[in-house]
């Protein structure tokens, strides 16, 4: 059973700060990693994709991939209130079917 | 427009009345799928389809079917709607590139509560 786990907070930061958010994958194989963000009741948005080991920045979100230690990561910098939502991590193989982590939820306290 | 589609967005029925979700995608994807969403258990998939007369059970297919006869359309299917049905449900499709799938779009979400 492919796994991606999340913690599932809440993760509380000031406004300002940086939020640091989790995700650990169990297959190996996975090669496409995905960060959606969910507003309660709406749908999930995508926030970052990342396919190769390292950073990628997109104005205030950098997503980090490490396949050797299988794990991904979100982080969003001078985090605002309206950041405040659940956070998804998403992942699939080569042909392979998405698998989700159960999501964390971040608040950001004015 | 690129999008996802859902009809309806919300419904109230009744316990074994027959009722169809449709979703439909312009994208030309290859992959689609259906995910119920509940308090606090995050995103659950019902079904899915890698292509046109493929389809797979997901995590919690129990009481739904689904046919994949066109790319463009995935209905969810419940034949004898229950209670524990009641449920946000959330279409989802995405395109296959080089082997791999690119990120799913979602729909707006299909809000159903069984009676």
């Known amino acids: 059973q492919k796994e991606v786990e999340q913690n599932s907070g809440p993760l509380s930061v000031p406004e300002g700060a940086i939020a640091s958010l989790n995700c650990t994958y169990s297959d190996r194989g996975s090669q496409s990693f995905f960060w959606y963000r969910q507003y309660s009741g709406k749908s999930p948005e995508l926030i970052m994709s990342i396919y190769s080991n390292g950073d990628k920045e997109d104005g205030r979100f950098t997503a980090q991939l490490n396949k050797a230690s299988q794990y991904v990561s979100l982080l969003i910098r001078d985090s605002q209130p309206s950041d405040s939502a659940t956070y998804l991590c998403?992942?699939?193989?080569?042909?392979?079917?998405?698998?989700f982590g159960p999501g964390t939820r971040l608040s950001v306290l004015p | 427009e690129a999008q996802v589609t859902q009809n309806p967005r919300y419904l109230i029925t009744v316990t074994g009345k027959k009722l169809t979700v449709t979703c439909s995608q312009n994208m030309n994807h290859e992959y689609m799928s259906w995910y119920r969403q509940d308090p606090g258990l995050g995103l659950r998939q019902i079904y899915y389809s890698m292509n046109v007369e493929v389809t797979d059970k997901g995590d919690v297919p129990e009481g739904y079917k689904v046919s994949r006869k066109e790319k463009r359309n995935f209905p969810l299917i419940l034949e004898s709607p229950s209670p524990n049905q009641t449920s946000l449900y959330f279409c989802a499709s995405s395109s296959l590139s080089g082997g791999t799938y690119n990120e799913q779009f979602f729909g707006p979400g299909t809000r159903l509560t069984v009676l």
């Open positions: 998403a992942v699939t193989g080569d042909g392979q079917n998405f698998v």
